[in-house]
T-cell receptor, first 108, second 115 residues
């Protein structure tokens, strides 16, 4: 079983809809990361958090350490939000463990 | 703009060959990590280098090796290529470690195809 599980695997939304992606992990962590990967491969770090909630523009990330669960929300989704969103956790200074990613498609 | 670059962008090799992938980290970033991402999967940690020394390794065989240089560049070398080595290879750099985990900045990746 993977240390990091994401759901759903794929998600299609209409422009303007609210999107939620979930991440569960099975180990103690020092930080959780949400990453965005566009076709072609480049990965961009969206959030790094170890407690509570962070917001950047239309993106919100929350984490519940006790429940070992995090969510990434996209408000007022737009076609340019179409990408693969990846959850990753760090347990020590050198290693990231990744989920398989959630492919998000936002239709105009 | 992350400032992390990788070369080449794409590469095709045949089984049994050797390959060297290159990464140039942001200036001042003393930590570089390498990841392998197979199609449709999340990245898998290969290893990390800190100040030119290997600082941790994932579940990859010894034919995967690396080097880090003082000028913030690094290499991933893979010997005796196998078909399953076909993947996107990502490098990511981090600022000087301070005892806390630092955000990693990813390069665009090198897509390796082994025929």
């Amino acid at each position: 079983k993977n240390e990091v599980e994401q759901s759903p695997q794929n998600l299609t939304a209409q422009e303007g809809e609210f999107i939620t992606i979930n991440c569960s992990y099975s180990v103690g962590i020092s930080a959780l990361h949400w990453l965005q990967q566009h076709p072609g491969g480049g990965i961009v770090s969206l959030f790094m958090l170890s407690s509570g909630k962070k917001k950047h523009g239309r993106l919100i990330a929350t984490i519940n350490i006790q429940e070992k669960h995090s969510s990434l929300h996209i408000t007022a989704s737009h076609p340019r939000d179409s990408a693969v969103y990846i959850c990753a956790v760090s347990r020590n200074d050198y290693k990231l463990s990744f989920g398989a990613g959630t492919t998000v498609t936002v239709r105009a | 703009e992350t400032g992390v670059t990788q070369s080449p962008t794409h590469l095709i090799k045949t089984r049994g060959q050797q390959v060297t992938l290159r990464c140039s980290s942001q200036s001042g970033h003393n930590t570089v990590s390498w990841y392998q991402q197979a199609l449709g999967q999340g990245p898998q940690f290969i290893f990390q280098y800190y100040r030119e020394e290997e600082n941790g390794r994932g579940n990859f065989p010894p034919r995967f090796s690396g080097l880090q240089f003082p000028n913030y560049s690094s290499e991933l070398n893979v010997n005796a290529l196998e078909l399953d080595d076909s993947a996107l290879y990502l490098c990511a750099s981090s600022p000087e470690a301070s005892g806390l985990y630092n955000e990693q900045f990813f390069g665009p990746g090198t897509r390796l195809t082994v025929l």
